[in-house]
């Protein structure tokens, strides 16, 4: 009979001092920050206390600078890619974003990916959110690349802006990878389900991706993440 001892679970809650995540050196479960900015500063802290009416008592922020350059924060597992997408990975997270709308020249994708890249559509392998604020600075768009087969920014109808919501991922059938979020009553929901998602020519491993940068500009768009989990059938 199938049981706990038939799956693994990596989760992690972003319990912390609020101390800044390391752009040289793992934190806890293996998170570390890739900075590309130049004269300004981007933030990125773990452990700052959501607030009681948040019901997030530790998130990993992530904050652009207002200094008008180009910019890329990435917050991944440094590309420590070791959750083996033949496994039936089901991806989860909560996050929001620190205003109403990102910048018009701002983008904030996350997800699962190998071979991370600052440029987002020169990852080589990924399954993500997105929101494009060259295209729109609130709604939700999802992809996958498997190094053979890209689909690329397929609109899913629902938005993202400054309240949490619930973020899904179902690799289980790499065929058919399914995308689910939070809709605007609060519920989950299936979204871009016209689109076939097929991921079945990467056979290897993934991890988990958070990726906020702008083209230019001093806009200083922020990104509050709540938890992130990913499970998978453990290997007999």
């Not at 991370?116 to 990852?123: G, P």
């Not at 519920?187 to 940068?213: E, K």
Request: hydrophobic share 40%.
């Amino acid at each position: 009979m199938a049981g706990i001892q038939d799956f693994w679970e990596y989760r992690d809650d972003f319990f912390g001092n609020g101390s800044a995540i390391s752009t040289s050196a793992v934190y806890g479960s293996n998170w570390v920050v890739a900075d590309v900015s130049s004269a300004g500063a981007p933030t990125y802290v773990i452990g700052v206390d959501g607030g009681a009416a948040s019901g997030a008592p530790g998130v990993a922020v992530l904050t652009m600078a207002a200094d008008s350059e180009a910019e890329s924060i990435i917050l991944s597992h440094g590309g420590i890619e070791q959750f083996d997408v033949t496994d039936g990975l089901i991806y989860e997270c909560r996050l929001k974003m620190g205003q109403a709308a990102v910048g018009a020249v701002t983008d904030f994708s996350f997800g699962l990916g190998a071979g991370q890249n600052a440029t987002w559509n020169s990852t080589t392998v990924m399954a993500a959110f997105r929101v494009v604020g060259a295209d729109s600075t609130t709604n939700v768009v999802v992809e996958t690349d498997d190094g053979t087969t890209d689909k690329d920014d397929i609109a899913t109808g629902q938005t993202l802006t400054n309240a949490y919501k619930l973020f899904k991922i179902d690799m289980t059938d790499l065929t058919n990878v399914k995308f689910f979020m939070t809709n605007g009553n609060g519920r989950l929901v299936r979204v871009a389900a016209g689109t076939t998602f097929d991921m079945s020519a990467y056979t290897s491993c993934v991890q988990p991706i958070f990726q906020l940068q702008k083209a230019s500009g001093t806009d200083a768009s922020s990104v509050s993440i709540d938890y992130v989990r990913v499970t998978g059938r453990r290997k007999t």
